[in-house]
């Protein structure tokens, strides 16, 4: 005997199946909204990821733009001193004039050696030295000789100092530059060992003539 859903009366079967279509109903809504809270967690998720991505990129651009705005503070700073002290290597120059003839003394001598230490803690570098190697990089050769004491071409006086700032030349110093005298090096090789060679060669066979 089928029995009859509760609260129903005997015989009335379309009672029973509402009750039935009900439940059915119910447990499809109940689906229906664990499903909806699945993707709404899904979709949660995919958008924080998004967030933090985004989040990342505007870190990451931000980093760039403090390190270019730090770079081109620093250049901006490097070109203002370079300026600065372009302007007061005239003034050094007299400086030293007036040192090679003792003409910087008393008071004078005080403000020159600050200017000069100034200068120097800005990083302004003078360069230029007599005995070393002639370097066209560095040095501009105003005059020309030519000395048997020397194995290469050799700043021999110092017209004018050069000066730099680290690594980049300001003005090049001027020179006066020795070069090898001609004849006075010592060949060497093959062909001065052979050469000596048939000296000695030349030498026998003149004393086994005589």
């Known amino acids: 005997m089928t029995e009859k859903p509760q609260g ?107 200017l000069e230490t100034v200068v120097a803690k800005l990083g302004l570098q003078q360069f230029g030295k007599e005995g070393e190697p002639f370097d066209p990089t560095m040095h501009e050769a105003l005059m020309h000789s030519y000395s048997s004491d020397v194995t290469e071409d050799t700043c021999v006086q110092i017209l004018q100092p050069g000066y730099r700032i680290g690594e980049r030349i300001i003005r090049p110093a001027m020179v006066a530059v020795a070069e090898p005298q001609p004849g006075t090096q010592t060949a060497s090789g093959p062909d001065a060992d052979a050469a000596k060679g048939g000296e000695k060669k030349d030498q026998a066979d003149g004393g086994s003539d005589s």
């Open 8 to 114: 129903a009366e005997p015989g009335d079967d379309s009672a029973a199946e509402e009750a039935v279509i009900k439940a059915a109903e119910e447990a499809a809504a109940a689906g229906a909204e664990g499903s909806s809270g699945t993707d709404e967690v899904a979709a949660a998720k995919r958008e924080a990821a998004e967030r933090t991505a985004d989040l990342q990129r505007l870190q990451a651009e931000y980093q760039n733009y403090r390190k270019r705005v730090e770079r081109d503070r620093l250049t901006v700073r490097e070109i203002a001193v370079s300026n600065i002290l372009e302007s007061l290597i005239p003034v050094l120059d007299d400086i030293g004039r007036a040192r090679d003839h003792g003409e910087v003394t008393g008071g004078f001598k005080s403000v020159a050696e600050s």
